[in-house]
């Protein structure tokens, strides 16, 4: 939940894209976040951002995250949208998607 863009800094270099995960239950998780940005145009998603083995442990319910963007020459973040979604490890959305959310560029 709430995705937002982190501009560079004397820390971070790059931009990073950044969400609050929310853990439920009595179990840790653990997975892998992607970050696509999805161009509105019908064009296939691209990924921008990659974590993988990224974990919220028991007894923390809340965990902030954020991952370095990589963006392709010929996009930029003016338009579209981001989609975010964190997997379990090793899996595709079809099989091991955990939780999505979205963020309108």
């Known amino acids: 939940e709430n995705p937002r863009i ?10 990073r894209i950044a ?7 009595n179990q840790s998780v653990y997975g892998d976040f992607r970050a ?6 019908g064009d296939e998603p ?5 974590a993988k083995g990224v974990a919220v442990y028991t007894p923390n319910k809340l965990r902030q995250f954020s991952m370095p963007l ?9 338009k579209g949208m981001i989609r ?6 090793g899996k595709n959305e079809e099989s091991g998607l955990l939780a999505e ?3 309108p560029l």
Do not use: C, N, W
């Open 19 to 25: 969400v609050t995960m929310q853990r439920r239950g």
């Open 6 to 15: 982190l501009a560079a800094d004397t820390t971070h270099p790059k931009p």
């Open 84 to 89: 975010i979604i964190f997997l379990k490890s």
């Open 70 to 78: 990589t963006l392709p020459r010929g996009i930029s973040l003016d």
């Open 36 to 41: 696509l940005y999805l161009s509105g145009e």
């Open 101 to 103: 959310t979205q963020l």
């Open 46 to 50: 691209t990924v921008i951002a990659l």
